[in-house]
């Protein structure tokens, strides 16, 4: 049984369209993460979503809004797309630790290969 | 500033020799998470080390952590073809900071030679 799934696993779409890419996960986890990998894999956080708290990454434009209609799915929505959006995007679900002790392990979805013409 | 950075950026090894990756940091942490990622794949979590551990092993893997150098290193022992890909290490920030998600290296290319 796939833990994180996304869909699409391949995006091409031309500048100026709004597409949308959707995130399961199946593990009971707590907190849902959009992360997204540029050509040179290099990993950042844009968003943490915990039961209803959004945590932003202040780097990510507003052309970028996660929604989450339940606590399985976390989708991301990009308004307005230009050509540095072009990367890699990973969904990534984890539990919360008790008392501030942070997050336990993460586990990754498949990966959005978003390809902005 | 970025959180994490790898050392080497790419290692070639032959398969059966030790593979060590370095990685330091910046900032207090709650753990140290170590991923692997094969070229075009998600990233698998190898191993988690917590702030007040020192050593972990996990099969082939041995995790060191030293707080007080903010750095730590992946062992992998007795490699194989399959361990070619790229290592990642993320910590998990304390207090957690902008996005509270983890914080990712540049990662470490490994390449086993058969």
């Known amino acids: 049984d796939t833990a994180v799934s996304q869909t699409p696993k391949y995006l091409v779409t031309q500048m100026g369209n709004d597409k949308s890419i959707k995130c399961e996960q199946n593990l009971g986890h707590d907190t849902m993460y959009w992360y997204k990998q540029d050509s040179k894999k290099f990993l950042k956080i844009m968003f943490s979503?915990?039961?209803?708290?959004?945590?932003i990454n202040e780097t990510v434009p507003n052309r970028f809004s996660p929604k989450s209609p339940d606590k399985a799915h976390l989708n991301l929505h990009i308004n307005s797309l230009e050509l540095g959006d072009s990367a890699v995007y990973f969904c990534?679900?984890?539990?919360?630790?008790?008392?501030?002790?942070?997050?336990?392990?993460?586990?990754f979805g498949p990966g959005t290969r978003l390809t902005v013409l | 500033s970025q959180q994490g950075e790898e050392d080497p950026q790419a290692l070639s090894i032959q398969e059966g020799e030790n593979a060590t990756m370095n990685c330091s940091y910046k900032?207090?942490?709650?753990?140290l998470q170590w991923y692997r990622q094969n070229s075009g794949r998600g990233l698998v979590h190898l191993i988690l080390i917590r702030s007040n551990e020192r050593e972990k092993h996990s099969g082939r893997l041995r995790v060191t952590l030293d707080t007080s150098k903010k750095s730590s290193s992946l062992l992998i022992t007795a490699s194989r073809a399959a361990d070619t890909a790229s290592y990642f290490c993320a910590t998990d920030a304390d207090p957690g900071g902008g996005a509270d998600g983890l914080t990712f290296g540049k990662g470490t290319h490994l390449i086993i030679q058969p």
């Open positions: 900032t207090s942490i709650n753990n």
């Open positions: 990534a679900s984890s539990h919360r630790l008790a008392g501030g002790r942070g997050t336990d392990t993460q586990y």
């Open positions: 979503y915990n039961n209803k708290e959004l945590i």
